[in-house]
């Protein structure tokens, strides 16, 4: 079956311009979570979605948002890009019922110049 | 969540067997120990899940002790391409919780020829 897919790969802004990056889920899975990964802090988790709603959110500002549609399918929005958002941006899906683990994309390497 | 700790980094050998240990002080009774493996530039992979005692899967081994204090990842033998980034996790079935995955800075494995 299909892995989780994100979009674009790679991505290059400049600081002030906002960003739009897609996610979609393994056919089934009712859950998206979106990571931040950068050398310095690691994987953090921004937040997760579960049947269009935020269930979750993590300890981000609200320059990053998100939103789930009816199919499952994900997008994560950061606005008025800052150097220190360039990271690997990395979406997750499961089932979202409590059990199973969750399955990683490859993730969206934004970078802010 | 319980905090995990593991080792920063650890070096083996093609064809040796590799054990990581986590320790977990604070896990609670509910809570299940999950470990990821991560190459660069990709998305986490799960590897094993248990709860106590032993679990093996086609790529690994998990060993829990009875006061789930800590557990050990064992990795029979590796190869070079089992170089990459251990993380353990502490949380209900999903590996998380309210606050998503939580990744510590993970265990770096190196396998040398």
């Known amino acids: 079956k299909a892995g989780v897919t994100q979009t674009p790969r790679y991505l290059i802004k400049t600081r002030g311009q906002q960003v739009t990056l897609s996610c979609s889920p393994i056919?089934?899975?009712?859950?998206v979570s979106w990571y931040q990964q950068t050398p310095g802090q690691g994987l953090q988790f921004l937040f997760e979605y579960f049947s269009e709603t935020q269930r979750n959110k993590g300890n981000f500002p609200g320059r990053f948002s998100g939103r789930q549609f009816s199919n499952s399918r994900s997008e994560m929005n950061v606005s008025t890009l800052e150097l220190g958002d360039s990271a690997l941006y990395l979406c997750a899906s499961s089932w979202g019922t409590g059990s199973g683990g969750y399955t990683f994309g490859s993730g969206t390497r934004l970078t802010v110049v | 969540l319980a905090k995990t700790t593991q080792p920063i980094s650890m070096d083996s050998y093609e064809g040796q067997e590799v054990n990581i240990t986590c320790s977990h002080n604070?896990?609670?009774?509910?809570?299940?120990i999950t470990w990821y493996q991560q190459f660069p530039s990709q998305g986490p992979r799960f590897i094993i899940q248990g709860y106590k005692t032993k679990v093996t899967n086609e790529v690994a081994s998990l060993f829990i002790p009875a006061d789930r204090k800590s557990s050990t990842l064992s990795l029979p033998r590796v190869s070079l391409s089992d170089t990459a980034v251990y993380y353990c996790l502490v949380g209900d079935r999903t590996g998380g919780g309210a606050d998503g995955l939580t990744f510590g800075k993970g265990t770096h494995l190196i396998i040398q020829p």
């Open positions: 604070n896990i609670a009774t509910n809570d299940y």
């Open positions: 056919s089934g899975h009712r859950s």
